[in-house]
């Protein structure tokens, strides 16, 4: 299938794009990656080159696509961070036009703009996601952070997480960092008729990105059919191994190229719980 992919690119590392576009293609889909912000690497590091397309640029970019009839075959759209507050109505635009040729083509909205109890996005970015891309979105894959500051809910386990979710109001949403108990952590996949819950062991200094690897892996195992359950099955499983053995190989980034084969057939792990929450 086709993806559009509009979010943070980086040369160095694998976060934004530069994750999602890999796993995607790994998993045999088409991406068209349009970058929000092209820089040297993740803002972890010590120095970073690079900065935020235009709104303009960004808009060009996009009809240039459209221009060529491209977009009428996109399958899905996924968006991730946005380096403006401004280029939210530009993917809001960019998803109103796939779906008006594409009734059945899916929105995945990772409202990424924050974590660890901070906003790290440019001012305005959260509030314009909320009020312009969360009412188109099929699919939104927020960590809990995210989660509460768009719906105000204070969230400290899977049941709160749970009721945030679906004060959201979307088909599915998949909910990431749930504190899990005992030194887990959860992801919360919940859709109007099903909730599940995957948690694994809480690893130590993980590297970047695995929140954008998650948002395109689910939606990769959604567009193939699988259900709500094994979606989520199947990303916990791949994301969770690449961390483990990047964090024992003491990386500070995933190693997502040498670990590839974890992404097609996510390994088995006794580690990880798939628990329903009623």
């Not at 009020?131 to 939104?140: F, G, N, S």
């Not at 929140?211 to 099955?233: I, Q, R």
């Amino acid at each position: 299938m086709n993806v559009l992919s509009i979010q943070s690119d980086v040369v160095y590392g694998h976060v934004g794009n530069a994750a999602a576009r890999f796993a995607l293609q790994r998993l045999g889909h088409e991406v068209w990656a349009v970058p929000t912000v092209l820089l040297s690497s993740h803002a972890g590091y010590a120095e970073v080159g690079g900065e935020s397309l235009s709104a303009d640029l960004l808009r060009r970019v996009i009809d240039g696509l459209d221009a060529n009839g491209w977009l009428g075959s996109c399958d899905a759209i996924l968006s991730g961070y946005l380096g403006q507050a401004d280029h939210a109505s530009v993917v809001a635009n960019a998803v109103r036009r796939v779906k008006a040729a594409n009734r059945h083509a899916v929105y995945c909205l990772d409202p990424v703009f924050g974590d660890a109890g901070r906003a790290y996005a440019k001012p305005g970015v959260a509030e314009a996601m909320a009020r312009e891309l969360l009412p188109l979105a099929d699919i939104v894959t927020p960590n809990v952070f995210e989660l509460s500051s768009l719906t105000s809910v204070a969230i400290r386990d899977a049941n709160d997480a749970l009721v945030a979710a679906q004060r959201l109001g979307r088909p599915i949403v998949l909910v990431t960092s749930v504190p899990a108990g005992d030194d887990r952590i959860g992801t919360l996949a919940v859709s109007k008729d099903e909730v599940w819950l995957a948690s694994t062991p809480l690893l130590a200094n993980p590297p970047h990105g695995s929140g954008d690897l998650m948002a395109a892996l689910f939606l990769a195992h959604h567009l193939a059919g699988f259900s709500l359950k094994e979606s989520l099955a199947k990303t916990a499983a791949s994301v969770f191994a690449i961390l483990e053995k990047s964090v024992t190989a003491g990386s500070h980034e995933m190693l997502l190229i040498q670990l590839q084969d974890a992404l097609v057939a996510p390994p088995e792990n006794a580690a990880l719980r798939i628990q329903s929450i009623t």
